[in-house]
C-alpha cells in the first residue's frame, strides 16, 4: 500500500494526498447515513492526472489481485444515495476532482460552455449569466455539488419540464476510463449520428463505469422575464388539473411547477420561522409555478394572471399569489429549498426520489398513504417534489414523538418495500434524479427487469473488467 500512495504523492504531489486527520468531509455522506474509512483522499489538477492515477491503480490492482483497490470518484460529495463516499474497508481511494474547477471556454455562439468536473454548479449558473446566457440546471444543493456528480447522476432539479435532466444539458464529455485512457468526446455538436452514445452511457453511471473530467454543456439565451406565483390546491387532482393549465395558457414558458404538502410546509414555518410560508394553513397542498419568457413582464403578468384567473373559476385554486419583484420570487422558492433542511431538523427520516406518470400521482399518494398508515399509524408524510416531471420526494417521517432513529432502525426496510412495492404498481421508477449508489443498489434487482439487469453488467464487465471503478454502486456483478 506504502508504494501505491508514493506513486499517488509523485503524480499529483504530497500535499493533495490525504490519508490521516479528519477526513469526514470526504468520508461521510451529506445526509451522515453511512462512515467510511478511505485508503487515501487524493486530489487531482488535471484529465492527465486523472489518468495516471488510473493507471497506477489498474497495474497495483494487475499485481496484487487480492488487494481489494477501487477507486470512489467524488464531486461535492452531496449524494443522497450513498454514492459518492467509501466503504469501511480502508481498501478505496476517494478521488476527489474539486480541484478540476475552470470553465474552460464559453461559445456563445454555439451556445455551449466548456468545464471542468469539479466545477460547483452555482458557479456556472453565474459564469453563463455573465455572457448573458442560462444554464438551467437548478437544485437545492446548487452551492455545494459539482457538474460532475450532477453528471454522475443524471441530476434533475426544479427546471427539467423545460429543459430536462442533466443529460438532455449535456453536449460532450471528456472520460478517462477504468483502464486509465482519455475518451475525448467534447463535441459541441447537436447532431452526430455516428455510433454508439458513449456519452449517454456514462451519464448516470455514478462513475462505476469511468470519470467524468470535463464536459460541453448547452446554454439558453436568459429569459427576459421571470415571474413566480404560489397557489393553494384543495388536492393533488386539482394540481394536475392546474399543471394541464399551465401548459396550455403558458406554454414553453412554464419552467417549473413544485407541488408540497401541508406538513412538508408547515416544518419549513416550525423550523425557520423568519420565512412567512403563505396560504398553507388551511390547503392540503400548495403549488410554486415559475413563468420565463422572452416577451415583456407585462406580457407575461398578463398571462399569469389570466391563467390563475381561470384555474379559480375551474376550482382547481383557491387563493394564490404573484411575486411582484424579484426578491418575492427568490423568498418563495427559498422556502420550497428549505423543506429538506426542515425534515433534517425534525429528525431523522427516509427519503424517497420516484417518478410516477404525471396523471397516476395523486391515486399514488392516496394509496401509499393509506398503506404507510395502516402499517405504521401516525406516521408522518413530507410530501413534496417536482409535479411538473412526475417526481416526487416522498418521504417519511417517525410519529409524533416516536425516537427517529429507532423508527429508522426498526422500519427502514419495512417502508421502503411497501413504498416501492407501489411504486411498481404505478409503473413509476425508484429513482428519479438522486441514483441509485449503494442505498437502492439491492432495491433495483427487484424493481429492474432481468433482461435490463443483465445488459448493465455486461456493459459494466466490457468497459470496467476489474470492477475497479466505485464498486457496489448501481449494480452489483455477482
Request: net charge negative; hydrophobic share 40%; glycine share 8%.
Amino acid at each position: 500500500m506504502q508504494t501505491l500512495l508514493d506513486a499517488f504523492r509523485r503524480i499529483v504531489g504530497a500535499a493533495h494526498v490525504y490519508t490521516d486527520g479528519d477526513l469526514s468531509a470526504w468520508e461521510q455522506d451529506w445526509r451522515k447515513r453511512s462512515q467510511g474509512k478511505a485508503l487515501a483522499v487524493v486530489r487531482p489538477a488535471s484529465t492527465d492526472e486523472v489518468a495516471r492515477l488510473v493507471q497506477v491503480c489498474v497495474t497495483y490492482q494487475a499485481l496484487n489481485p487480492t488487494s481489494g483497490i477501487s477507486i470512489v470518484p467524488q464531486g461535492g460529495n452531496t449524494s443522497l444515495a450513498v454514492g459518492a463516499t467509501p466503504d469501511d474497508s480502508g481498501h478505496q481511494i476517494v478521488l476527489s476532482l474539486q480541484r478540476m474547477n475552470t470553465v474552460r471556454s464559453v461559445d456563445a455562439a454555439n451556445l455551449t460552455m466548456t468545464v471542468e468536473a469539479g466545477c460547483i454548479l452555482q458557479n456556472l449558473q453565474e459564469r453563463a449569466e455573465a455572457s448573458n446566457l442560462l444554464f438551467p440546471l437548478s437544485l437545492a444543493a446548487e452551492g455545494t455539488c459539482t457538474i460532475g456528480g450532477n453528471l454522475g447522476t443524471n441530476a434533475g432539479g426544479t427546471q427539467v419540464l423545460r429543459f430536462g435532466n442533466a443529460r438532455e444539458l449535456c453536449l460532450g464529455l471528456e472520460v478517462v476510463t477504468a483502464q486509465g485512457e482519455v475518451w475525448h468526446g467534447l463535441s459541441g455538436l447537436r447532431k452526430d449520428n455516428t455510433g454508439y452514445d458513449l456519452r449517454d452511457l456514462f451519464i448516470g453511471s455514478e462513475g462505476t463505469l469511468g470519470i467524468i473530467t470535463a464536459a460541453t454543456l448547452k446554454l439558453y439565451p436568459l429569459p427576459v422575464s421571470q415571474l413566480t406565483a404560489w397557489a393553494a390546491v384543495p388536492s393533488l387532482e386539482h394540481a394536475v388539473q392546474l399543471l394541464g393549465l399551465a401548459h396550455h395558457h403558458l406554454g414553453a414558458g412554464l419552467t417549473g411547477f413544485e407541488a408540497m404538502g401541508q406538513f412538508a410546509l408547515s416544518l419549513v414555518a416550525k423550523h425557520f420561522p423568519q420565512l412567512t410560508v403563505p396560504l398553507h394553513l388551511d390547503s392540503p397542498f400548495c403549488v410554486l409555478l415559475e413563468n420565463s419568457t422572452h416577451e415583456s413582464e407585462a406580457q407575461a403578468r398578463t398571462q399569469f394572471e389570466r391563467l390563475l384567473e381561470i384555474a379559480l373559476d375551474q376550482g382547481c385554486v383557491t387563493d394564490a399569489v404573484v411575486s411582484e419583484t424579484l426578491s418575492q420570487a427568490r423568498q418563495l422558492w427559498h422556502i420550497r429549498e428549505s423543506i429538506p433542511l426542515a425534515q433534517a431538523l425534525e429528525g431523522l427520516n427516509i427519503k424517497h426520489d420516484i417518478s410516477i406518470p404525471v396523471s397516476s400521482i395523486p391515486d399514488f399518494v392516496r394509496t401509499t398513504d393509506a398503506l404507510l398508515q395502516q402499517a405504521i399509524p401516525g406516521v408522518r408524510l413530507v410530501n413534496f417534489g417536482h409535479l411538473g416531471d412526475g417526481n416526487l420526494h416522498y418521504n417519511v417521517q417517525a410519529p409524533e414523538g416516536v425516537d427517529a432513529a429507532a423508527f429508522l432502525n426498526d422500519h427502514e426496510d419495512q417502508v421502503n418495500t411497501l413504498v416501492f412495492d407501489s411504486v411498481a404498481q404505478f409503473s413509476g421508477s425508484i429513482s428519479a434524479e438522486h441514483g441509485v449508489g449503494s442505498l437502492k443498489v439491492d432495491k433495483l434487482e427487484h424493481y429492474k427487469s432481468p433482461v435490463a439487469l443483465d445488459m448493465m453488467r455486461a456493459v459494466k464487465r466490457a468497459l470496467d473488467p476489474s470492477n475497479l471503478m466505485n464498486p457496489g454502486r448501481v449494480i452489483r456483478l455477482a
